[in-house]
């Protein structure tokens, strides 16, 4: 648990130097998108999570603990994990706009158990997008972010 705890901390710490050292934009987006699911375990939100993915149009790709690859399978973090999906077409789309649409492509939402439930987690592609001054995939990324939130809202129930 000790191991889970330091990756969480240096992942989060992560994120948050990127979130507060990029320049802020006109627009309200915020950087994060968050649903808490209370009551259930990870692994009942993965698959509700994964259900919801393909009941909107995606396709799943994989599931990965957080430190996947980084350390020894019996030291990997058993209570956050990545899930990874794709709509190939959308993806295509946004990539012959710009490819720096790459670092948020494909979709990806991290679970994260908590005391009481399952927090889900995603960088808002619509943030993101306004950072690269690209209002044409900005067009977009206010679609996926859309998509984002039916997905993670559809898991919730």
Not at 6 to 16: E, G, N, P, T
Not at 38 to 63: P, W
Not at 118 to 137: D, H, I, K, Q
Request: overall charge neutral.
């Amino acid at each position: 648990m000790k191991k889970t705890a330091q990756y969480l901390a240096l992942f989060l710490s992560v994120l948050l130097n990127l979130v507060t050292n990029l320049p802020a934009l006109a627009g309200d987006e915020p950087p994060l998108l968050n649903v808490t699911i209370k009551g259930k375990t990870l692994d009942q939100v993965t698959e509700s999570l994964i259900n919801a993915i393909n009941s909107n149009n995606y396709s799943f790709v994989r599931q990965q603990a957080i430190d996947s690859r980084l350390v020894p399978t019996d030291w990997e973090a058993r209570s956050v994990r990545i899930v990874y999906f794709c709509n190939f077409d959308t993806m295509n789309r946004a990539l012959a706009l710009d490819t720096r649409a790459s670092e948020f492509l494909p979709c990806r939402i991290t679970l994260i158990e908590i005391k009481d439930g399952v927090e889900l987690m995603a960088v808002n592609p619509a943030w993101v997008s306004l950072r690269l001054g690209n209002y044409r995939l900005h067009e977009y990324c206010v679609k996926l972010k859309a998509d984002y939130q039916a997905i993670m809202n559809e898991a919730a129930l």
